[in-house]
Each structure stands twice: as C-alpha cells, then as structure tokens.
C-alpha cells in the first residue's frame, strides 16, 4: 500500500511568487495533518483536518498561508505570497482514527527554498 | 499546556556502545500518549513506539529499549549496542486525551551520530 505522497519534493522560488505543496493521504485515513520544519522552530503543526473539515488552524503562521482538503484523497498548503521565511521542509501526515491518537505516517516531506 | 523537552541537542558515540536519549514533557492530561520518531539522513520521519499513559511497562523491540515513568514525566530511549544506521534524528513526541487529542506536539529533536 503506498504511503503518504507529497509533491514535490523540492520547491526553489523566487520571493513574492505563489507556491502550492500537495499531498494525497493513505487511502482510509481520515485525519490529515500539515506540519513545517525549520532549523529554529523545529516541527510544527499547522493545521489539521478531520475528514476534509479543518478542525485547528491555530499553527498557520499568517493569512499567506492556506490550506484546503477538497476530498479525502487531497489536500494543498499555498503560501502567496512567498518569503524567504517560508524556506522549510514541508511534511504532510495522516492517520486513521478509532482510538485517541493514533500513528501518524508521514510523507517524504516538501524541501521549499524562498529566494 | 503540552511541551516535550528533549535537552540533548547532540550525541555522539562510537559503534557497539550504549546509548540513551532523554524526554521529558509537561501535560495536564490524565490520559495522553507519547511517540518517538526516527528521521535519518533522507529525511523522512519513522514512527518507532506509541505509548499511552496508562502502560508504564517499559518495551524492548530488538535493540531499542524505551523506559516510561509517570513519576518523573520521562520516556526515555535506549539503543543497545548501536549502529551506524542507528545515526539520526530522534524525535519524541506527546499527543493529549481531550481537545485535539490527534495533535503532536513534538521536542526539538536529538541528532544522534554513530561512528565506526
């Protein structure tokens, strides 16, 4: 069974552009995750939905940021316009319920480079 | 609120040794859970253990050992007898029982370095 795919793997852009990060969940899962990775702030969450709902956005650092789920097999992270603060690994996770917190699987993650 | 501490930035040992890296974390959940995660050189992050709060055995999977104490809000991490594939980031984790019982919070992580 494939795993948590993201796409792509490596984002180079230049300063003010639009950029869109996709993931596509393990088939079943209903809970997915958004989180970034950064030197100094380490992993954090950004947001998370719950069959296709958000349920928290409160890690979504600014309204340059947004994220949608438009079916369970889908979701985006768009940032416009981008900063070079935005330069992070972007990783997209899921999960299935049916217990309190199960094993997120994450994807291979999204390297992005703001110039 | 939740918070991981994991106060080893880095590690370094060589090859065959012991090593154990330390968690600590604060939450005001009566039941909550606490992960580690493996992200080696290619990046990509590796579940290794889930614990809940109400199992305080410890567990060994191979050479990996975890030792959880409520008394003391740590869930250690042990590698017997270490390997050069064994070298990454370890990062610990807690997820808590009520609202936004799916969310991880995460510690800044530990590099760990095995050398030959």
């Known amino acids: 069974d494939a795993g948590v795919i993201q796409s792509p793997r490596h984002e180079v852009t230049e300063m003010g552009q639009e950029v869109t990060l996709r993931c596509k969940p393990i088939?079943?899962?209903?809970?997915l995750f958004w989180y970034r990775q950064t030197m100094m702030r380490g992993l954090e969450l950004l947001i998370y939905?719950?069959?296709?709902?958000?349920?928290?956005d409160s890690g979504m650092p600014e309204d340059r940021f947004s994220a949608k789920m438009p079916n369970a097999s889908f979701s985006t992270l768009k940032i416009q316009p981008s900063e070079p603060r935005d330069s992070a690994v972007y990783f997209c996770?899921?999960?299935?319920?049916?217990?309190?917190?199960?094993?997120?699987?994450f994807g291979p993650g999204t390297r992005l480079t703001v110039l | 609120a939740q918070k991981v501490t994991q106060a080893q930035t880095e590690i370094s040992v060589v090859e065959k040794e012991d090593v154990t890296l330390d968690c600590v974390y604060e939450?005001?959940?009566?039941?909550?859970?606490l992960f580690w995660y493996k992200q080696p050189p290619s990046g990509e992050l590796v579940f290794l253990i889930r614990?809940?709060?109400?199992?305080?055995q410890n567990e060994i999977s191979g050479r990996y050992s975890w030792n959880f104490q409520k008394s003391t809000s740590s869930f250690n991490f042990t590698i017997t007898a270490s390997q050069v594939v064994d070298s990454a980031v370890y990062f610990c984790?807690?997820?808590?029982?009520?609202?936004?019982?799916?969310?991880?919070?995460f510690g800044q992580g530990t590099r760990l370095t095995i050398n030959p």
């Open positions: 088939s079943g899962h209903d809970y």
């Open positions: 939450t005001r959940d009566t039941t909550y859970y």
């Open positions: 939905f719950n069959n296709n709902v958000p349920i928290d």
């Open positions: 984790a807690l997820s808590g029982s009520i609202q936004g019982a799916q969310k991880l919070v």
């Open positions: 614990r809940n709060s109400f199992d305080e």
């Open positions: 996770a899921s999960s299935l319920a049916g217990g309190r917190a199960n094993e997120q699987f």
